[in-house]
Each structure stands twice: as C-alpha cells, then as structure tokens.
C-alpha cells in the first residue's frame, strides 16, 4: 500500500492531467507523455481523477473547524454508489475511536455495538446525513456529521483524553541579578540576588521549591540572607475538575483574603474549563527619578528585584507567591532616596454560570515570614454557586483557636450595566491582649466593560469594616503593635518604613480600590488605578492614585503618568509626574539588518520627569533590537538633572538566547559621583529521559521540542529559541488545558534533515512539562536517476526505500529523495506485471549528507 508523506512536482503534474481531464467521457492519454508507450508506467489508477490508496497525512476539519493533522489510510471505493462527495475513488478510514475523540456521538447507533475501536468504518453509511470529501491537492479531508449525532460540548471544549500529563523531568530554574554601586564619597556597595524554582514531575505529580538568596556589601558590614519561600506537592484531580496542593500555598481570594499556609488543599481549578465557560498577576507602574532598582515584597518575601531607567516603567512579567496579598513597591533612586507604596491585588466580582460550583478546602497552619505572628491551625472552606437569572451564592467559614468567622453574599450579572458583587463577614476575635472583639465587613465588587465606549471598569470595589472586625491574620499578632516585619531587611535606612508598622487598637475603616481604563478613539488610552485605606481611631490615611494617557500617531508614540502616594507617618505626599515620547527610526530610515530589508526595531526616545519639588530629570536616548532573531535588545540614554544633579547617562543590553537570558547595564550620575554597574543571568536547566536541556527561564507549564537530529533549527513564535545540538528546546509558558500549537521554522533545517511534519499541537494539564515529538529523517538528499533494461525508468514510477518513504519519478526517470541511509535499496514499480519490478541499490560517499543535494545514477535490476 501507498505511503505519502513527500508530495512532489512529479505527482502534482499528474494529478493535474488527470484531475482536469477526467470528466465523463474525456480522456487524457498517457502515451502523449512519451513517444515511447513503454517509458510511461501504468497509470491507469489516476484515470477518472481517482488516486491511488494509501496513507495520507491529512488535515482534518469537522463541520468546517480544524481538529487534527494525522495520518489516515485511504482505501478505495467499494463502488461509485460508495461515494458522492468527491472524485478521489478513496474512501477514509475512519475508526470509533477517532470519531469518538472528535465528540461524534456514536454510542448509542446499534451497528456499531460489536465493531472494535480501531475498525475502519464508511461515516456515510455509519452515521446519516454525514459525508466525507478528500481534497486530495490540499491534503485535507472534510468531514460533516449532523449536529445531532454530536456530543453537547461547550465551545472551546478539549476532552480531558487529550489532556498530556507530560513526561518525568527535574527543572531548575534561575534568576540573578547584581549590582556594585559606587555612591562617590568613596563607598562602594555589592547587592546580589538569586531566585530558585527548582521541581519534579512524576507522572500526574508534581513538587517544587522556591528560595531565594540575598547578599548585600556596604560600609556597615556583609549580610547574607536565604529565605525559603515554599515547597508544595500537587497534582490535578481531573474527575473533580479540581487541584490538590500539599505544602506550602495560598488560600483562594474569592469569599476571604489569601493566607499563607503550610497543610492541605482541595480547589477548583477554572482553567479546566473551556474559555466559553469561564467567567490576574497585576501590572505595577510607576516612576522613577533617576537609573532605580525596583523590588517588590509580598507577605515579606523578596519575590522581585530589578533595575530601571529613569521616567515611567511598568512591570508585566512579575511572579506572585500567592493568588493575592497587597504587593509593597520599592523604588530606590541612585541618590539613596526611597519611594514606597502599596499596590492591592486581588480578583474580579466571584461570578458563575449557572449550575457551576467553585470550592476550596483548606486546612494547616498560617504561615508568615514574620518572626511577630504565630503559626497558629486553621480549616477554611468557601463555595460559589452560579443560580439561574444571571445570580451567584458564595459563602464560606474560617476557624481557628483564637478566630472564627463566617461570609455569605450574592453576585448577579445585570446586563449591559455590568456585574456587581455584595457579602458580609461576621467574625469573632481574641488578639494578643486577650481581649475578645466581635464585628462586621461588608464588601462590594463592580466590574464592566463599555465596549461600544472603550471603557472597562476592571474592578471597582468598597469595603466597610466596623470598628471590632479583625482578620486571621490580626489575631496572629503576638503584640498589640509593632513592626511586621522580623528585621532582616538588608537596608537600614529603609527599617522602619517598608515594614508596615501596625497597631491593633487603629483597625481599618473603609477602603476604596478603582481600576479603569478608556480608549480614546484609534490613537490613544487612559488609565486610572488607587485606592485609599482609613483608620479607626487615626486620621491616618494610606493614598495611592496612579494615572496616565498613551496614543500613537504614524508610529510615534507618546505617554503621560502621574502618581501620588501618601503612606501614614509620611508628612508630604509623593507626587510624581513623567512625560516620554518614542519615535521608531526603523519605520522612518528604513534601516535594514540584510538585503531582505528585514527592520530592526530602533526607537529614538525622550523623557522628562518630576518629582513635584522642583526637582526634575530629562533623558533622551536609542534604543532597539539587533541579531537574526530580534533576540538582543540595546539602550543607550544621556540625561541631565537639575539641582545639582549634572549629567547622567546610562547603556544596557539585553539577550534572549536558547540556552538562557543575560542582561547588563551601567549608569553614572556626575552631580554626585554615583556610579553603578548591574548584570543579571536567568535561565533553566531541565534533565530529562533524552538528557538535559538548558532554556530560557520557565514558566509554569512548559513543552519539550523533541526533534532528534534537527540541530539549531529555530522555533517559531518564540523569541531567541532553537534547537540544541541533539534537537531539543525549551518553549516555555504553555497555555494549561488548551491547545498549543508548536512550529520549527523548516528554512533553518540543516541540509541533511527533512520533518514529516513541522506542526505538532499539545494539550498540557497544569505544570506539566509535555513532549512535542517532531519525526526527522537525517541522511542524505539525493537526486536519483534510475535506469532498467537500458533505458531510464518510466515516468511515474513509484520508488520506495527500505524505511517506507515513497517518491514519484518524473521526467528522464529522475527522482528526489531524502533522509537516505549511507548505503541501501531502493524498490521500483510502474505496474502490475513481474518486468515492471525492479530493485537498485546505492551506496553514498562519506560527508555527502552534508550535501545540500546529492545526484546519483544507478541502474535496477531484478
């Protein structure tokens, strides 16, 4: 039988005679091809356009939508009755088992009670109303089956077979950064840090770890801190649609806020949903005043830390530890002067469709980096339920030794004016002072998107809390004030206002938090985001108001921010205002990086800054991307600040490479003498049953490109990513429970390797590291001519190698194959009889599978 997996000119040209020709009673003779009958092998197979059976790879499309990309067998048709759809003469070969895994409902039809899985079936008379339609020049075979005989499936929906549990692998990834700074008074200070996520998969199973190390070297001595962050166990519990996670976690933000724990957890998890049925790491924006290093605490862990220009900046890739917790921002100028504030972090309204249940279960310890709270038992429990009419029911209870409290509230969707959700929390509290307290909290949540307008109310929300409501977290307070943190924050001078400092006795009033965004027309955006926090028993408040505008007008774009940020304890409020305009000189210049005229991005950019004293930054710089890839991002800026401030400037240059990401920069200030130089390294490493893999940093879910053979070829999509030695990459940042496409870009093969297939799609469940396999044929490419009996072998001969690749002869019996071994036979036939069989066998030189093509003439013989 007939295995195609090389389509050729040669048999292009002959569907072509016979596709074209092949109405009623036309008829293109084969003898017209060669003025010697015997020099044309039997073709009487593509006569009334028909083809020849045999497996095909195929794209497959259900009632019009793309399943799958597989091998089929055709076979021919029993009869021109058999099928009415095309002109083929092939009928597919389409098993229970496919048709069931593209959700066509055949349980129930009784001819198909005893017919095995893997039997072939005729769909037209299996299933009525369906049929089937081969196109055979776009190898894409076309499958329409009633929407009745289909199983009632969401849109989007991807059964649960198809989910990959991916392979058993141990991962390390990594991410260092350092900076050795010199403040010009002739002290010199050294500030590292290291991040490690390093796990295992097994099967189902997966655990990770998390720690980090901090090392800073001043004038007042060395300090080296290790944090461990978390180590967890989990495992999706796919009958349940639910995660389990033993270990070190977070709670859900649902119903109550997150809490770290060290136990046990059962939850939903939505992203086993199709998108059409489901209903946030947070941007952190800010402005700096000069070359600043930004780092971000969560529940006082160090969970981010880089370096940043001076003007604007936003922060898209940060990693919480937890599903929320309010995010504390450091912004340390090269002065040594400090900015900080809170940015809230939490969800959307708590909405669910109807007749969908949302749990978590929850039991352990609390868990705190602070040497100031107990590690006290807790259990909690929440639940959302979506009810008929657009409502939700949500609810649950926390308890603990000194603590109980119980939530219940409603969601409901109301339409074209949004989404709003309401609960009350009644708790009862024992805190440090023995002292017992009982209150309330009620909480709203509105969210809308004006699409019509441009607008989107990303969250708005509003929480009331009486004087006596405590949280968990409160009555794990050993004193009744003090500092939250345990001391070991490496900067002295910043001691007493990262930390939070709490009391008891002043709990929190009323909190507002907004988040919306405006698009203006086709060239522009608005954004506002705050929140601001009040106090029992203080006038103190706690203001965030961040704010800004961008548009784009013929590729120049401009943006405005402004920010304000006032903390209890500070006398003036922060206010920071920047200005910056960018102008792509790759569009204007038409600078190219080849005689392809493929641009580089290169950016000519300005900013000003002020911090509202007077004091003010103005910068102005290029910036850009170079190699083949795009994958080396460069900045070079020159500024000025008054004041005192004298020139600055600062260069920096980025790589994306396949096996990791390096970056290094260095910025000075003349006014004082400052001058800094910072580098950071990220990555992983990944060992697996094939060996091990160096990549680019992972994400959460990741997919192994598995195309042994096929060096240095580079992947599709993904920035700096090719192929190692063996074959083998790293994609990190795979979409959970969807599927993903995966593409090697065939232009970058060597010329020893051809692919089957240059697409592979995947389906991975949460932390999975999934395998794409890619088939490779390594060996040689030749072009081959055949000779038998003194003459070249007929055209149309089919040719086929010891490994089941098949080819077509075309014109002077000449015919193109590849991944040929160093030596083997070839088998040739162009028609039934014994003399049109004949077999050649070739040997090749050594280095000619190097060879961009190889020519060859051998002659077959019996």
Same mark, same amino acid.
């Given at each position: 039988?007939?295995?195609?997996?090389?389509?050729?000119?040669?048999?292009?040209?002959?569907?072509?005679?016979?596709?074209?020709?092949?109405?009623?009673?036309?008829?293109?003779?084969?003898?017209?091809?060669?003025?010697? =009958?015997?020099?044309?092998?039997?073709?009487?197979?593509?006569?009334?356009?028909?083809?020849?059976?045999?497996?095909?790879?195929?794209?497959?499309?259900?009632?019009?939508t793309f399943q799958s990309r597989k091998d089929i067998q055709f076979l021919p048709a029993p009869s021109a009755a058999a099928i009415d759809t095309d002109d083929t003469g092939l009928v597919p070969c389409l098993t229970p088992a496919l048709l069931t895994k593209m959700r066509v409902n055949i349980t129930n039809l009784p001819a198909l009670k005893n017919v095995k899985l893997d039997a072939?079936?005729?769909?037209?008379?299996?299933?009525?109303?369906?049929?089937?339609?081969?196109?055979?020049?776009?190898?894409?075979?076309?499958?329409?089956?009633?929407?009745?005989?289909?199983?009632?499936?969401?849109?989007?929906?991807?059964? =649960?077979?198809?989910?990959?549990?991916?392979?058993?692998?141990?991962?390390?990834?990594?991410?260092?950064?350092?900076?050795?700074?010199?403040?010009?008074?002739?002290?010199?200070?050294?500030?590292?840090?290291?991040?490690?996520?390093?796990?295992?998969?097994?099967?189902?199973?997966?655990?990770?770890?998390?720690?980090?190390?901090?090392?800073?070297?001043?004038?007042?001595?060395?300090?080296?801190?290790?944090?461990?962050?978390?180590?967890?166990?989990?495992?999706?519990?796919?009958?349940?649609?639910?995660?389990?996670?033993?270990?070190?976690?977070?709670?859900?933000?649902?119903?109550?806020?997150?809490?770290? *724990?060290?136990?046990?957890?059962?939850?939903?998890?939505?992203?086993?949903?199709?998108?059409?049925?489901?209903?946030?790491?947070?941007?952190?924006?800010?402005?700096?005043?000069?070359?600043?290093?930004?780092?971000?605490?969560?529940?006082?862990?160090?969970?981010?830390?880089?370096?940043?220009?001076?003007?604007?900046?936003?922060?898209?890739?940060? *990693?919480p530890t937890s599903s929320s917790g309010d995010l504390v921002v450091e912004v340390k100028e090269s002065d040594s002067s400090i900015n900080i504030y809170t940015v809230p972090y939490s969800s959307v309204p708590v909405l669910q469709r109807e007749g969908h249940i949302k749990y978590a279960l929850t039991a352990g310890k609390y868990r705190t980096n602070s040497v100031q709270q107990e590690?006290?038992?807790?259990?909690?429990?929440?639940?959302?339920?979506?009810?008929?009419?657009?409502?939700?029911?949500?609810?649950?209870?926390?308890?603990?030794?000194?603590?109980?409290?119980?939530?219940?509230?409603?969601?409901?969707?109301?339409?074209?004016?949004?989404?709003?959700?309401?609960?009350?929390?009644?708790?009862?509290?024992?805190?440090?002072?023995?002292?017992?307290?009982?209150?309330?909290?009620?909480?709203?949540?509105?969210?809308?998107?004006?699409?019509?307008?441009?607008?989107?109310?990303?969250?708005?929300?509003?929480?009331?809390?009486?004087?006596?409501?405590?949280?968990?977290?409160?009555?794990?307070?050993?004193?009744?004030?003090?500092?939250?943190?345990?001391?070991?924050?490496?900067?002295?001078?910043?001691?007493?206002?990262?930390?939070?400092?709490?009391?008891?006795?002043?709990?929190?009033?009323?909190?507002?938090?907004?988040?919306?965004?405006?698009?203006?027309?086709?060239?522009?955006?608005?954004?506002?985001?705050?929140?601001?926090?009040?106090?029992?028993?203080?006038?103190?408040?706690?203001?965030?108001?961040?704010?800004?505008?961008?548009?784009?007008?013929?590729?120049?774009?401009?943006?405005?921010?402004?920010?304000?940020?006032?903390?209890?304890?500070?006398?003036?409020?922060?206010?920071?205002?920047?200005?910056?305009?960018?102008?792509?000189?790759?569009?204007?210049?038409?600078?190219?990086?080849?005689?392809?005229?493929?641009?580089?991005?290169?950016?000519?950019?300005?900013?000003?800054?002020?911090?509202?004293?007077?004091?003010?930054?103005?910068?102005?710089?290029?910036?850009?991307?170079?190699?083949?890839?795009?994958?080396?991002?460069?900045?070079?800026?020159?500024?000025?600040?008054?004041?005192?401030?004298?020139?600055?400037?600062?260069?920096?240059?980025?790589?994306?490479?396949?096996?990791?990401?390096?970056?290094?920069?260095?910025?000075?200030?003349?006014?004082?003498?400052?001058?800094?130089?910072?580098?950071?390294?990220?990555?992983?490493?990944?060992?697996?049953?094939?060996?091990?893999?160096?990549?680019?940093?992972?994400?959460?879910?990741?997919?192994?490109?598995?195309? =042994?053979?096929?060096?240095?070829?580079?992947?599709?999509?993904?920035?700096?990513?090719?192929?190692?030695?063996?074959?083998?990459?790293?994609? =990190?940042?795979?979409?959970?429970?969807?599927?993903?496409?995966?593409?090697?870009?065939?232009?970058?093969?060597?010329?020893?390797?051809?692919?089957?297939?240059?697409?592979?799609?995947?389906?991975?469940?949460?932390?999975?590291?999934?395998?794409?396999?890619?088939?490779?044929?390594?060996?040689?490419?030749?072009?081959?001519?055949?000779?038998?009996?003194?003459?070249?072998?007929?055209?149309?001969?089919?040719?086929?190698?010891?490994?089941?690749?098949?080819?077509?002869?075309?014109?002077?019996?000449?015919?193109?194959?590849?991944?040929?071994?160093?030596?083997?036979?070839?088998?040739v036939s162009w028609g039934k009889a014994a003399s049109q069989h004949c077999v050649a066998h070739y040997s090749l030189a050594a280095g000619t599978t190097s060879q961009a093509i190889t020519k060859l003439t051998r002659a077959c013989g019996t």
């Open positions: 039988m007939l295995t195609v997996k090389y389509p050729l000119s040669a048999l292009a040209i002959l569907i072509a005679f016979y596709s074209v020709n092949s109405f009623a009673e036309e008829y293109f003779n084969p003898a017209f091809l060669s003025d010697d =009958p015997s020099a044309v092998a039997d073709l009487s197979r593509f006569e009334g356009g028909s083809q020849a059976p045999g497996i095909y790879r195929v794209d497959i499309y259900l009632n019009n072939c079936l005729e769909l037209p008379k299996v299933v009525k109303g369906s049929a089937t339609r081969f196109d055979f020049a776009n190898l894409r075979l076309d499958i329409t089956v009633p929407q009745a005989m289909m199983m009632n499936s969401a849109r989007g929906y991807i059964p =649960p077979s198809q989910w990959d549990e991916g392979i058993n692998a141990l991962m390390l990834n990594y991410n260092f950064t350092g900076s050795n700074s010199d403040d010009g008074n002739g002290s010199d200070s050294d500030i590292l840090f290291l991040g490690l996520n390093s796990g295992i998969n097994v099967g189902a199973w997966r655990l990770r770890d998390y720690s980090t190390w901090n090392y800073n070297s001043n004038r007042l001595g060395n300090k080296s801190q290790i944090q461990h962050i978390n180590t967890w166990v989990e495992r999706a519990i796919i009958p349940l649609r639910s995660e389990l996670v033993m270990g070190d976690s977070t709670t859900p933000s649902d119903v109550f806020d997150s809490l770290g *724990f060290r136990g046990m957890q059962l939850a939903s998890d939505d992203n086993m949903l199709p998108d059409s049925l489901r209903g946030f790491a947070p941007t952190i924006r800010g402005i700096a005043h000069s070359h600043a290093r930004v780092t971000i605490r969560q529940n006082s862990y160090i969970i981010y830390q880089s370096y940043v220009p001076p003007g604007a900046f936003a922060i898209t890739d940060l *990693f590690e006290v038992g807790f259990a909690q429990s929440t639940a959302i339920w979506g009810l008929p009419a657009g409502f939700t029911a949500y609810g649950g209870f926390q308890a603990a030794q000194h603590y109980k409290a119980l939530a219940l509230g409603t969601g409901v969707n109301i339409g074209e004016f949004g989404a709003l959700s309401f609960d009350l929390t009644q708790a009862t509290s024992e805190l440090a002072d023995e002292s017992t307290h009982h209150g309330s909290s009620l909480r709203f949540l509105y969210s809308k998107s004006l699409q019509n307008m441009g607008t989107s109310f990303q969250l708005i929300g509003y929480r009331y809390s009486t004087e006596g409501f405590y949280t968990l977290e409160d009555t794990t307070r050993k004193q009744m004030k003090g500092f939250a943190d345990d001391g070991e924050i490496e900067d002295p001078q910043i001691q007493e206002t990262i930390t939070d400092y709490y009391n008891l006795q002043d709990t929190k009033r009323d909190k507002i938090q907004l988040n919306v965004s405006q698009q203006l027309g086709s060239n522009g955006s608005l954004y506002v985001s705050g929140s601001r926090q009040s106090y029992w028993r203080s006038g103190e408040l706690n203001t965030l108001l961040q704010t800004g505008y961008s548009g784009n007008l013929y590729g120049v774009s401009w943006t405005l921010n402004y920010s304000y940020n006032k903390i209890p304890g500070m006398n003036d409020a922060d206010q920071r205002v920047a200005i910056g305009i960018s102008i792509p000189l790759s569009q204007w210049l038409f600078l190219s990086s080849d005689i392809t005229h493929q641009s580089h991005s290169a950016y000519a950019t300005t900013s000003i800054s002020t911090d509202m004293h007077g004091n003010t930054t103005e910068s102005s710089g290029v910036n850009g991307t170079l190699l083949e890839d795009d994958n080396l991002t460069y900045s070079v800026q020159q500024g000025y600040q008054n004041n005192g401030g004298g020139s600055n400037g600062a260069v920096s240059a980025d790589y994306n490479g396949a096996w990791g990401n390096g970056n290094i920069g260095y910025n000075y200030s003349n006014g004082s003498g400052y001058q800094q130089v910072n580098y950071g390294l990220s990555g992983a490493v990944v060992a697996h049953r094939n060996g091990i893999t160096l990549s680019q940093p992972l994400g959460d879910t990741n997919v192994l490109i598995a195309a =042994p053979g096929a060096d240095d070829v580079k992947v599709e999509d993904s920035t700096g990513i090719r192929t190692d030695w063996r074959g083998y990459a790293i994609v =990190p940042y795979a979409t959970t429970y969807r599927m993903n496409r995966l593409a090697l870009d065939t232009t970058s093969l060597p010329e020893n390797v051809d692919l089957e297939e240059s697409v592979v799609s995947v389906v991975p469940t949460r932390g999975a590291l999934v395998r794409a396999k890619f088939s490779t044929h390594v060996g040689a490419r030749a072009l081959l001519t055949l000779t038998h009996a003194d003459n070249v072998v007929p055209f149309g001969a089919l040719v086929t190698t010891e490994d089941g690749n098949s080819s077509i002869v075309g014109d002077d019996g000449q015919v193109y194959l590849s991944g040929l071994a160093d030596h083997g036979q070839l088998t």
